[in-house]
């Protein structure tokens, strides 16, 4: 199974950036677990602060993939563009959220992309990229059985 995690703008300094909401330890350390913990899928990562960065990745990989876990950062309260590219492409992206964006401010409350990813999980701190990627890992299991 391939899987590739998106992470948008800012993401890029987790572990510096207010540790008090998004917790102290970088993304690369945090995708090593992730990697020894689902050694028989192949997890690859993508992190950019430019809107058409992210939407170009999401083109490219959302044909070839069995899913992708997204957290689009701020984007994800402002781009219809990356809203435009999730509807356009085949495989499931599931929203993330480190932090329970329903307890911040209320500009964060709405999404753009929830309504055409196949779900959301925010709030669980890090562990919300593993909540992603074994909702993804069951509805594989699911495909997989249905043939
Ligand atoms: C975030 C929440 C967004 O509101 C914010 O702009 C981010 C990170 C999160 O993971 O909690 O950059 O997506």
Same mark, same amino acid.
């Given at each position: 199974?391939?899987?590739?995690?998106?992470?948008?703008?800012?993401?890029?300094?987790?572990?510096?950036?207010?540790?008090?909401?998004?917790?102290?330890?970088?993304?690369?350390?945090?995708?090593?677990?992730?990697?020894?913990?689902?050694?028989?899928?192949?997890?690859?990562?993508?992190?950019?602060?430019?809107?058409?960065?992210?939407?170009?990745?999401?083109?490219?990989?959302?044909?070839?993939?069995?899913?992708? $876990?997204?957290?689009?950062?701020?984007?994800?309260?402002?781009?219809? %563009? &990356?809203?435009?590219? !999730?509807?356009?492409? *085949?495989?499931?992206?599931?929203?993330?959220?480190?932090?329970?964006?329903?307890?911040?401010?209320?500009?964060?409350?709405?999404?753009?992309?929830?309504?055409?990813?196949?779900? $959301?999980?925010?709030?669980?701190?890090?562990?919300?990229?593993?909540? %992603? &990627?074994?909702?993804? !890992?069951?509805?594989? *299991?699911?495909?997989?059985?249905?043939?």
């Amino acid at each position: 199974m391939n899987i590739i995690i998106i992470n948008g703008p800012n993401l890029n300094l987790l572990g510096k950036r207010e540790p008090g909401i998004y917790g102290s330890q970088s993304f690369e350390d945090y995708l090593e677990e992730l990697q020894e913990r689902f050694p028989d899928v192949t997890i690859s990562y993508y992190q950019s602060n430019i809107e058409g960065e992210l939407i170009n990745t999401i083109q490219e990989t959302g044909f070839i993939c069995d899913g992708i $876990v997204l957290n689009a950062g701020a984007y994800t309260h402002t781009s219809v %563009a &990356i809203a435009d590219a !999730i509807r356009a492409i *085949k495989c499931p992206v599931v929203e993330v959220h480190i932090s329970n964006v329903h307890k911040r401010e209320e500009f964060r409350h709405h999404s753009y992309l929830s309504p055409v990813c196949l779900g $959301v999980i925010a709030g669980f701190g890090m562990d919300s990229y593993r909540l %992603a &990627i074994e909702s993804l !890992i069951g509805l594989n *299991k699911e495909k997989e059985d249905e043939h």
